[in-house]
């Protein structure tokens, strides 16, 4: 059901509760295949949590393209991540003839655009908590997909006993010039017992996008 309310927006918890229950009116029994793209991968890790934990088997756990919450943590990485991301910025306007000077004029263009959308939605919220979500408005949609950002990413994962395998796109335009131990696709491998890692080409929809979604495909098949 979707939610009438801010209050209503599930977290992570709620949410693979939830599924579960639909997952095992037709399965009630493991093992089980899971999987989930973006912040679904938050969700379908919960799930699996939540099986181990009533002495169910997982026999697989995917994460497409799915950030750890919060990562990377702390003053030194996220300065890190920042100028690896700068860098990699201005490098790719120097590639496209752009310079300094239009890399600098975009991206305030970029800022005072993304700012008034803020003012919009934050607008959009107001009447939300007055009234409730209007599911035909477009604004008070984003107002919803925000609040699950932001109830998603308090979200805690425990250590998980057994093995998850991580999907990463080459491409993520989010993640360009990111060094490995600041992907924060790759941060779940660290909350495992085991961790496999594929990449297939494409950038973060890649995995419903032509061609790379065959690629794609063909990683889970492999894995």
């Known amino acids: 059901m979707a939610p009438r309310t801010v209050a209503d927006v599930e977290t992570v918890e709620q949410r693979a509760r939830n ?14 295949a899971l999987a989930g793209f973006c912040a679904g ?19 697989f756990l995917g994460m497409v393209n799915c950030w750890f919450p919060r990562f990377p943590e702390g003053r030194v990485m996220k300065t890190r991540f920042k100028v690896q991301r700068l860098l990699h910025q201005l490098a790719a306007a120097k590639r496209n003839r752009v310079g300094i ?19 919009r939605v934050a607008a959009s919220r107001r009447e939300v908590h007055e009234r409730g ?3 035909g408005d477009m604004l008070h949609n984003q107002v919803l997909l925000d609040t699950t950002v932001e109830v998603f990413e308090r979200y805690e994962p425990a250590r998980y006993p057994g093995s998850i395998t991580l999907f990463v796109s080459s491409e993520d335009d989010e993640l360009g010039g990111i060094t490995p131990d600041l992907d924060p696709r790759l ?3 660290a909350s495992a017992a085991e961790c496999e890692t594929r990449v297939f080409p494409g950038g973060h929809l890649a995995v419903v996008e032509m061609p790379h979604a065959v690629h794609f495909a063909a990683a889970m098949q492999e894995a």
Do not use: C, T
Request: hydrophobic content about 35%; aromatic content about 10%.
């Open 133 to 135: 979500f209007d599911q």
């Open 101 to 119: 000077l239009g890399y600098a004029v975009n991206k305030l263009r970029d800022r005072r655009s993304a700012r008034a959308e803020r003012e």
């Open 41 to 59: 991968g938050r969700v379908a890790y919960e799930m699996a949590q939540q099986l181990i934990s009533d002495g169910e088997d997982v026999a």
């Open 187 to 189: 941060a779940w491998a």
């Open 19 to 32: 599924y579960l229950e639909l997952i095992r009116r037709q399965q009630p029994h493991g093992p089980y």
